[in-house]
């Protein structure tokens, strides 16, 4: 192996303007870097922080005091409807106090005209307010105030109907679909999307097992609607209610939260719909912000009656029963050699919970009125 030691001057100038370089190059990576996670930053921040169709008009002695004045109190507004999207509701009056103490136009990047008229002394247009994420934030944690600063795109919503007659639909019921399809799929920090029923769809999404099926089964789906995140409601119609089921499923989570909406007494179905898919959306996107707009639990109960061979029989069947983790407990009423009676407290709605059943082998079967456990 052959070494060259580099001894004289010449070759040390040498190593040490390499050095230089290779220093200077690192530092420009390393800058580099720091930008482009700004970037990334700033532009995952964009939408949340821009704010659309913001309608403004003012008037001044000239053109460019109108434009000024309009622009300023439009600003305003635009920083309302923003401050209203990301602070947690607990926290939501406190906004104004940050408004008036504040001048908004100083929190303005940039704006952006969507259409405009003008005169020589009067400005009208509709405006785009792009804020400026850092400055917002800062404003926020000055103040000590909670907020979200990031969203949800594409959450494939699918809403579920439990009727009365006992069909469970998403699609089937016009008056259900077409409340969804008319209300607004963007909610604050919360951009959804819905299905759209066509074939490929209806092969994907059974709404009997979509409360329970593991996402895996889900992720073809999700893939072709670019989302990472389902969220299932499924309402069961009562006489004057939906009482209501969310599933909230991605690859990190998988939860649920249950609410109850009352139909008004003059509400025709059509607008009871209606209302229930605008309420909903605005309470899934204040979940979102960890406000606690949901009841978080709920409990049923049944009574079962479950036949076996021998003894043995009744503790496969209990073991089977207490891996379902939305069973909290099981009660021994009755129990002879052969059969046994008990009662099941768990957490989801029926209707849901005799699907979740059989995963694990076993369907209800209704018979002289008592409600019999068998093995499929």
Do not use: C
């Not at 249950?258 to 979940?287: M, P, Q, V």
């Amino acid at each position: 192996m052959n070494i060259l030691l580099l001894n004289n001057f010449n070759h040390k100038q040498n190593i040490g303007g390499v050095l230089i370089r290779l220093a200077f190059t690192l530092l420009f990576i390393s800058l580099a870097q720091v930008t482009y996670s700004e970037e990334n930053e700033e532009h995952s921040d964009q939408k949340i922080f821009t704010v659309k169709n913001i309608n403004i008009y003012a008037e001044g002695e000239t053109l460019e005091e109108a434009t000024d004045k309009a622009l300023r109190a439009g600003s305003i507004e635009a920083l309302d409807k923003l401050l209203s999207n990301i602070i947690v509701y607990d926290e939501r009056h406190k906004s104004s106090s940050i408004i008036n103490r504040t001048n908004a136009y100083d929190f303005v990047n940039y704006t952006e005209i969507e259409s405009e008229r003008m005169t020589s002394h009067s400005y009208k247009a509709t405006i785009t307010y792009k804020f400026n994420h850092k400055k917002i934030r800062n404003l926020l944690n000055s103040s000590g105030i909670k907020y979200v600063g990031r969203t949800v795109q594409n959450a494939l919503l699918i809403p579920i109907l439990h009727s009365k007659g006992g069909s469970i639909t998403i699609w089937s019921n016009d008056d259900w679909r077409n409340a969804w399809d008319e209300t607004s799929l963007k909610v604050g920090l919360m951009n959804y999307i819905l299905s759209e029923g066509d074939l490929i769809d209806i092969g994907a999404l059974n709404p009997k097992e979509i409360m329970s099926a593991p996402l895996e089964k889900y992720t073809s789906i999700l893939k072709d609607y670019e989302s990472e995140s389902l969220i299932a409601i499924f309402s069961t119609e009562l006489d004057n209610k939906l009482d209501i089921t969310i599933r909230f499923l991605n690859p990190t989570n998988n939860y649920y939260r249950y609410t109850s909406l009352l139909r008004n007494k003059d509400e025709s179905e059509k607008e009871f719909y209606k209302r229930a898919a605008h309420e909903l959306t605005i309470k899934i996107d204040a979940d979102w912000k960890g406000e606690k707009v949901f009841d978080n639990e709920r409990y049923y109960s049944s009574k079962l009656i479950v036949k076996y061979n021998k003894p043995a029989g009744w503790m496969k069947i209990k073991k089977d029963l207490e891996e379902i983790k939305e069973i909290l407990q099981i009660k021994l009423l009755n129990k002879s050699a052969t059969e046994a009676e008990i009662e099941i407290i768990y957490t989801l709605p029926p209707a849901i919970f005799s699907n979740e059943l059989l995963y694990k082998g076993y369907a209800l079967k209704k018979t002289e009125g008592q409600i019999h456990l068998v093995s499929r």
